[in-house]
Structures are given as structure tokens and as C-alpha cells.
């Protein structure tokens, strides 16, 4: 197995609209590389919904004595997500030793292929997740998403600060949710993070259609690409 590159997406902040950015991402990268998901978001999944694999179960296999879950495939891109795993109507009621042993597990058990980008849909917070993910798995960086609003800003502020502690390189963040005719003020950071693109909130995209890429997926996608080329 070899993954060229590993990227989390991450927002201390929960609801604005992680999961589908890093679902969008990966489906503007799949026709010419190969990309995978791993969704660490153990308490709230989602990617297993938006790729609708919610009645698929990885296959297990065995390699030298060990048991592996295959990834899911869906729309060319490789899934692994506790989604999958366990009931879709059930929670995981877990402490952060067992949510940490989960992300660890999911990780090291799935029997990815060779990837040329593996993205990582982080959980909303900044706690054991993080710390687990940052010790873990050699991240090659984080994009933040954040939407422009105090709240959001607030929180993606203390990302940026928990992501700095653990020398993690921040690429960049992305300002979504942005309504076109609006007065808000556009979102800025006093810090040396550059913005990747503003994405406007569009039906389509939060309907997971790309048939017509807009240009704000456009210029994320051609962002990854000088990721993964670097």
C-alpha cells in the first residue's frame, strides 16, 4: 500500500459543510487520480450517506494472519467508514480511549490500494480526534472550512491554534456557505493562512452534482492537483 499524500479536512466548528467539501474533493480528483476517504467522524459519519453505501458492508480479508476491511468503492473512490461498519441508526456512546482505538483501527486495518490522495473528514472539536489522527497518521496537511460567520471564525481560530501545536502544516482554508448578494464581510484570518476559495452556497453542490462544476470547485480542484504534484 502507498498513499502519496494524506489531507485532512477539519473545522473545530460542526454544520458547515466539512463532509461534503471533503466528499466534493474527492470527486473532482477521481476521473485522473486514484483518491480515497477515510470519514474519522466515528460519532457522526456521513460519507457512507453521501456516497449512498449506507446497505453496504466492507468485505473482511485475511493477510498474514491479520483481518483487514476492504474499502468500499463508490463513484471510483475508496470509503472507509465506521458508517459502514455498524447500524447507520445506532450511536457509538464511546469515551475518548475507545474513539481513539476506533479511529486508529479504521485506519490501519483498511486495505487501501495505491492512492495518490487520501482525504480525511475529520469530527467537528478539537479533542481526542484530533490528537489521535495528528499521532497516528502522517498528515501531509489540513484545509480548514469555515463559513463567514463569528461563530464559525471563532472556532476556526482555535483549529488553526490546535493544528499549530501539533505541527501540523495548514494549506490553507475554505469559505463556505457564502450567499452571493450578501453584505457579510468576507473571512480573513490576522494569521499567514491562505484563503484556497470561497464557495458560494449552491443547490447542486450540496446535492452532490457535478455534472456542471462551478468554478469555485474548479479552483479546489485545481488546488489538490498542485498538492498531489508537489
Wanted: with cysteine; aromatic share 6%.
Amino acid at each position: 500500500m502507498s498513499i502519496k499524500k494524506i489531507i485532512a479536512l477539519a473545522s473545530a466548528k460542526g454544520g458547515v459543510g466539512k463532509s461534503t467539501l471533503t466528499a466534493l474533493s474527492a470527486l473532482s480528483l477521481c476521473k485522473h487520480y486514484k483518491v480515497g476517504i477515510l470519514d474519522a467522524d466515528i460519532y457522526g459519519p456521513n460519507q457512507h450517506i453521501l456516497f449512498d453505501i449506507e446497505n453496504i458492508k466492507p468485505e473482511i480479508i485475511s493477510k498474514n494472519s491479520k483481518k483487514f476491511f476492504k474499502p468500499i468503492s463508490s463513484k471510483g473512490i475508496e470509503i472507509a467508514s465506521m458508517g459502514s461498519i455498524i447500524d447507520s441508526d445506532k450511536a457509538a456512546i464511546w469515551r475518548g480511549p475507545m474513539l481513539s482505538g476506533a479511529i486508529k483501527q479504521l485506519m490501519t486495518t483498511t486495505d487501501w490500494s495505491d492512492l495518490d490522495i487520501l482525504f480525511i473528514d475529520m469530527p467537528p472539536g478539537t479533542g481526542d480526534a484530533y490528537l489521535t489522527v495528528c499521532a497516528e497518521i502522517d498528515l501531509d496537511g489540513v484545509i480548514l472550512v469555515s463559513t463567514p460567520n463569528i461563530l464559525s471564525k471563532t472556532d476556526t481560530i482555535k483549529s488553526i491554534n490546535t493544528f499549530n501545536k501539533l505541527d501540523v502544516p495548514i494549506i490553507g482554508y475554505i469559505e463556505n456557505m457564502t450567499l452571493p448578494l450578501s453584505d457579510d464581510t468576507k473571512l480573513t484570518f490576522d494569521r499567514n493562512i491562505p484563503k484556497i476559495t470561497t464557495i458560494n452556497f449552491n443547490e447542486s453542490i450540496y446535492n452532490m452534482t457535478l455534472n456542471d462544476i462551478s468554478d469555485e470547485i474548479q479552483t479546489l480542484k485545481e488546488s489538490l492537483e498542485k498538492i498531489i504534484n508537489a
